[in-house]
């Protein structure tokens, strides 16, 4: 009997293996749909290593759609956005469900802080919810920066790292503090100065207002606000002693991403770039004697020329002075490990997959 439907078993056998692993390799997908402040963004990631931040990005989709204007001007979304964000998000949810088949689970579904503020933001969380039977979650503007260092650095060096985010308004990060009882405390780090704001400030400074926009002008009065931000930078330092002890820097934001793009000019796979100070004082040169050299570059490489669109020269000159004195202000810099955190769109996400997975203490 057995030797008669041996064939028939071994098949059955065979399938029902490959299903089941099938079936557990699903469990490793994530997907994250991100409606931002000028973008919807999705994200599906295959996760190998939580602990690690060792993962690959399986597809990733961006829609620009500028809601932080539109709630700025009114207080509220218009009827536009809420439609096209509903419809994006259930299109998107769609695919992600009909092509990665994961469980639901490990789908995630949130927006900016931004959207807080909106009056009518209720309206958007129903129809979404309504169209996709899940919920959309406005991420909090106080664990914003929490959520922004538990998914930018790999777990494993929780205890051993901080990061700085170097934004358009703010410079924000922060590091976690390991405690008794395995318990941990995230410690918030904030920099007045953003890339556009440190270059506001430069530009009040200018008495001749005819030179407002004259490139020499800017530089020199760059060059002598230095002297600010290197005291804001070193107040923060003294406010945090055991960001000394730290042997690992991370560092994100588009002053970051603009100088990893135009010095190195190269697509790096990996999500976390080493840098060196030798490197950024050479790309400082550039920007200030030779910006033609990347306007150049940017008539053939895409991501350069993104950049560029993104970016003038003054406000990559801002972004650059807070990246060298966030850098300078860290004695023994060369015994420190400095890295970029490349695929900052994915951070919330690897946030939200730490906090569920067994293998990370977020204990916070």
């Not at 620009?64 to 998000?89: P, Q």
């Not at 664990?143 to 924000?172: C, H, R, W």
């Not at 490139?215 to 945090?240: G, P, T």
Request: aromatic share 10%.
């Amino acid at each position: 009997m057995f030797k008669k439907n041996s064939p028939q078993i071994l098949i059955l056998t065979f399938l029902s293996l490959f299903f089941s692993i099938n079936s557990f390799s699903q469990k490793n997908l994530y997907a994250g749909i991100e409606v931002g402040r000028r973008a919807i963004k999705v994200s599906v990631l295959d996760v190998s290593n939580i602990k690690k931040a060792d993962y690959k990005i399986l597809s990733f989709w961006t829609e620009r759609i500028n809601f932080a204007e539109h709630i700025a001007n009114t207080g509220e979304l218009t009827e536009d956005d809420i439609n096209r964000a509903s419809t994006i998000v259930a299109e998107q949810l769609t695919k992600i469900r009909a092509e990665h088949k994961m469980p639901e689970t490990n789908i995630f579904i949130v927006a900016a802080p931004v959207f807080s503020s909106a009056r009518n933001a209720d309206v958007l969380k129903n129809k979404i919810a309504t169209l996709t039977n899940k919920e959309l979650e406005i991420l909090n503007v106080n664990e914003e920066a929490k959520t922004l260092v538990k998914g930018a650095m790999p777990p494993v060096d929780y205890s051993n790292a901080f990061l700085l985010d170097i934004g358009a308004q703010t410079t924000k990060g922060g590091y976690i503090d390991e405690l008794e009882d395995n318990k941990l405390e995230f410690i918030p780090l904030e920099l007045d100065f953003g890339t556009m704001t440190l270059t506001d400030a430069v530009k009040k400074t200018v008495v001749n207002q005819a030179q407002v926009n004259d490139m020499s002008a800017y530089q020199e009065k760059s060059f002598d606000f230095n002297s600010v931000l290197r005291k804001k930078v070193q107040a923060l330092l003294d406010k945090n002693p055991l960001l000394l002890k730290k042997d690992k820097i991370y560092l994100s934001g588009g002053a970051v991403w603009a100088f990893a793009t135009l010095y190195y000019n190269e697509n790096v796979k990996e999500h976390y770039i080493s840098l060196n100070m030798e490197d950024i004082l050479n790309y400082d040169a550039i920007l200030k004697n030779n910006f033609v050299k990347f306007t150049n570059l940017a008539k053939t490489n895409k991501e350069a020329a993104r950049v560029l669109s993104t970016y003038n020269q003054e406000y990559l000159i801002s972004a650059n002075n807070i990246l060298i004195a966030c850098l300078e202000g860290v004695p023994n810099l060369e015994t420190k490990k400095v890295y970029f955190v490349k695929e900052g769109q994915v951070t919330w996400l690897i946030s939200y997959i730490a906090d569920r997975s067994k293998k990370v203490n977020t204990n916070f």
